[in-house]
């Protein structure tokens, strides 16, 4: 399977986007689902993921209250809709999945992965 994220872009701060990552086959049903960030000199960290088949989410406690990950099987995609969006959420935002997988907040345990939407937030 391969992911195609977007719907990241110039926003202000207090501002609202929604990623969307894009799956190329109808499997992707079967797979859990993250969304990881990458700030400039930072390493690469989790943010929101959600099980196969949907029945559980977890959520980066910073952005709890802010974020939220959501699935439509039917158009193979995930997404990631964020609110209240500060400067510090800044970051290149990648889409992944794993076959059968839970929640997952570990990088490694993610096969696929998608090339990353950029989001900016200014002040």
């Known amino acids: 399977v391969q992911l195609q994220a977007s719907g990241g872009g110039l926003v202000q701060t207090g501002d609202s986007l929604r990623l969307s990552c894009a799956a190329s086959?109808?499997?992707?049903?079967?797979?859990?689902k993250a969304w990881f960030r990458q700030a400039p000199g930072k390493e690469r960290a989790f943010v929101a993921a959600?099980?196969?088949?949907?029945?559980?989410?977890r959520v980066e406690a910073s952005v709890k209250d802010r974020f939220t990950i959501s699935e439509d099987n039917a158009k193979n995609t995930v997404y990631l809709q964020m609110t209240s969006l500060k400067p510090e959420d800044t970051a290149l935002y990648y889409c992944?999945?794993?076959?059968?997988?839970?929640?997952?907040?570990?990088?490694?345990?993610?096969?696929?992965w998608g090339q990353g939407t950029q989001v900016t937030v200014s002040s």
């Open positions: 992944a999945a794993q076959c059968l997988g839970g929640a997952d907040t570990q990088i490694d345990n993610y096969a696929v």
């Open positions: 086959e109808r499997t992707f049903r079967n797979y859990a």
């Open positions: 959600i099980t196969w088949g949907g029945g559980a989410t």
